[in-house]
């Protein structure tokens, strides 16, 4: 890899970190935007749902502090809304019923955040 290909990673790897941080924070300012994303059904040409934009950034991305800047913010959001909103089953749910595919796919954050929304939807 040369150092311009570096650079270029490690910039985007950059923007996906703050766009999600930004995500994050105003989806637990603003809960009603976490309604929202979940019922938007077009979010590009490869993730037309909300469930496709989490399995893609948890599981499917090639890139691992990608896919950990993911369980950070989805974790975050679950922990911090209130139960009308219902992050934490949502995210249950889908990680549950996808459980199959974490055998095909680095699956280290999946799982990592599994895990804490199970001991947390339980404690």
Known sequence: ??????????????????ALNLWMACSIYEPRLFDTFRAEQEFGPNIKTADDFVLYGLLL???????????????SIAKKLNSDHNPTGYLL???????????????????????ELVDFYFS
Do not use: G, W
């Open 1 to 18: 890899m040369t150092r311009e290909s570096k650079e270029e990673s490690l910039e985007e790897k950059l923007i996906v970190d703050n």
């Open 93 to 115: 749910q889908l990680c549950s019923v996808n459980f199959s595919k974490i055998s095909e796919y680095p699956c280290r954050q999946y799982f990592h955040l599994f895990t």
């Open 61 to 75: 991305c090639p890139i691992e502090k990608v896919r950990t800047s993911f369980q950070y913010a989805l974790l």
